[in-house]
Structures are given as C-alpha cells and as structure tokens.
C-alpha cells in the first residue's frame, strides 16, 4: 500500500470490471461491465434476460464451450442424427393416432382378433429392430417401420385389455384383475429377462444360433396368443358371435353356449383367411349397417318405397341389393333397435332365394322369433343391450306416402 495514503482510505479515481460468460477459455462471451467511482457505481448488461435463460437451456444439449469446443461437422452430424430419431419417434405418433381413428370402434367388437393382431405388430417391430443393422442404407425406412407397428401394438394392446378385463370381472373386480395380471406381467418379464441372459451366453458369436433362437421363440410366443385368445368365451355380441348364434337357433331352436361359439369364432385377420382369397362371405360379411342414404339411386328408392310396410314400426329399413343388405338406421334409433335391425338384416340375407329378396319372410321371423332368440340369449348370459359394431356415421330420417306421390 501506498504509504501517502492513510490505511483504510479509498483513493480518488475509478475502477472498471467486465463480466465473462463461458464454460472455457476458448469460448467467453462478455456478459456485463461494472464501473465504480467514489460516489456512484454504474452496470451496463450484454444481453437480455431471455437470451441468457436460452443460453443456459442450449447448455443442457451442447458440449461446454460449444460451439469453439467441438469440430465443424458436429452440427450438422447432430442435426441428421436427431432428425432420424424424430422422424421415427414421429411416424409412430402419427400412426398410433391413425389407427385409432380408422380401428378405434372396431378394438371393441373385434377384441379377440386386435389382441392377437396387437402381439404379431409387436413382434414384427422386434424383427425390424434386428434387421435395422443389416440394411445401412435402409435404416431409417426399417426403424420407421419398426416404431410404426409399436404404436399399432400399444393402441390396439390397451384396448383390447380393457375389453377383456370387464370381460373377466364377475364380481365388478375390474381394477383387482388390472392390478393382478400387471403382477403376473413383471414376473414373466424377470423370468424372461433371466431366460434372455442365459439364451444370450450360449448364442454368443454364433449368428446363426442367435437368429434361430429369435424365430423359434417368435413362432412359440405366436402361437400361445393364438391358444390364449381362442380359449376367451365372450359374451358379448359383435357381428359374427350374432350370426353364429342366430344360424345355430334358426336351425335347432337353441342358443350356443359362449365356449362353444368361442370354438367357432374366425379369430384371425380376415385379409390372412382364405375366404378372402376365394372371395367367400359368411352371413355377416353380406350385411352392411349403417348405410349412408346418399348412396340411394332412383331405383333403389322405388324398392324401398314398394317394401317399406314390412318396417313400419321399426327405427330401420333393409335394401337388399345384389346380394348385400344395406341397413339405414334411423336417427333416433336405440342401441336396441341397432340389434334388432343387424338380426332382421341376417335372417333377409339368408331367406334370399334366386336372388329375390323375401321381405315378407324375414318380417314375420322377426314377428314371431325375435323376442324368443333374445331371451334365450339373456338365459345364456349373453349381453343382449347392444351390439358390438363399428360406429354407425350415417343415420337417416325418412317420410313417405303413396306410389303416386313424390317420394321424399
């Protein structure tokens, strides 16, 4: 210290400090000047606040010192790199949404089906993950793929577990039976994880064992979904259990018991049937509900002016039409009158005689063997309050008077 100057006593003068940011040497950016007299101290600021807040954001995903701390061709490197994460993390976004648009209400009525449809997506997603390094140049299309079928797998998954889970609970357990078989899960998933290990130490370093392993184990996990799945006996009705049942008590007088319409059930993706390629139709499949009126011809409509007696009192109408029967519900229609139309459409489609339409028929089995196929349905503890369909987004509202007049 000076020794003109007292200890203690601040000299005359100035005294300036700059502020530095950065993580390193190599990268500081001046952030703040600090200048200080003997009577007053003034601070100017580099920067709002909000670009500093950015800057320290931007921290959290870049090397410190960035950008002088890394070489030139690390941005562009990072910038493809997330770009393919993103375009597959965002192909299966898109596509679970997708899928629940178009599949949303047919995960109900078709839950033994999805469910087995949900484990085949989810493997194949598995085998798109192991292809993935054998097709460099291909990468991106096959993880787009892979993550596309998981997002169908955990769609049509959480659905049909649900469907299934109020399915199985007798005494309103819903949530008891959901809490359970996530146990029974984490417990098959250790003793997977441990089975895994092992499988992996013996195939190391023999690819061949390692791909065999993978297909033999796809095929058995395969194949137990499908036994799973074809010992459910649902009791609800969707298009094929009603026409089943209603074919069997047409013929007998009886309904079928749940297990034994469960073994009669096609519970396999119809574009993977053979009736596809033969172009064969159950009774179901020629029975098309909720028609959209639009699609009526002037023809169509002098048809259905001539046979609308037979539906009087009903909140439909049937057009039978080369061999398809088209339902029009009406818009004030009940989940009752939905079942009820589907069975008249079933019983038309199967009275149809060289290609003639047999209204008549078909409305007195309606007549007289509706409400007793009902209750012996309820008596076999079939649900009977609704009908599980795809939904219905065309409904109609109809007036009519004689032949002679303008039809409305």
Known sequence: MDASHPEGEATAGWLTVEEWSG???????????????????????????????????????????????VTPDYVPFQMWDTLQWFLRDLTGMLGGILFTFYQGSNLDSNAKMWRLVADFMNDLGMLMDLLSPLFPSSLIVIMCLGS??????????????????????L???????????????TLATMLGMGLGMLLAQITRGHALSV?????????????ANYKAVQSLSLTTLNYERASILLQYFKECGEVLV????????????????????????????????????SMLTHSDMLVIAKTRYHYENANYF???????????????????????????????????????????EARRWMDEMYTSFISK?????????????????WRAHWLHGQLDEKLK
């Open 318 to 360: 049937l057009l039978d039409k080369q061999g398809i029967v088209y339902v029009f519900i009406h818009k004030e229609a009940t989940p009752a009158d939905v079942l009820r139309s589907f069975v008249h459409g079933l019983v038309l489609a199967s009275s149809t005689q060289n290609s003639k339409p047999q209204h008549l």
């Open 23 to 69: 993580s390193s040497a190599s990268a500081l950016s001046r952030t703040a000047v600090l200048t200080a007299s003997a009577s007053s101290l003034t601070a100017h600021r580099f920067g709002s606040r909000w670009e500093r807040i950015g800057s320290r954001m931007l921290g959290a995903f870049v090397p410190e010192g960035f950008p002088g701390s």
């Open 171 to 185: 005494a309103n357990n819903a949530a008891d039976i959901s809490a359970k078989e996530g146990s029974q899960e």
């Open 148 to 169: 596309l079928s998981r997002s169908f797998t955990g769609v049509a998954s959480g659905a049909t577990r649900a469907a299934l889970t109020q399915h199985f609970a």
């Open 211 to 223: 791909w065999a392993s993978f297909l033999s184990l796809t095929m058995f996990h395969m194949y």
């Open 377 to 393: 349905l309820q008596t076999e503890g079939y649900s009977t309050e609704r009908l599980l369909s795809h939904s219905i987004l």
């Open 258 to 293: 749940p297990r034994k319409v469960s073994q009669q059930e096609h519970i396999l993706p119809s574009w993977s049937n053979w009736r596809k390629l033969n172009r064969i139709k159950l009774p179901h499949e020629r029975v098309h509900l909720g028609a959209k009126a």
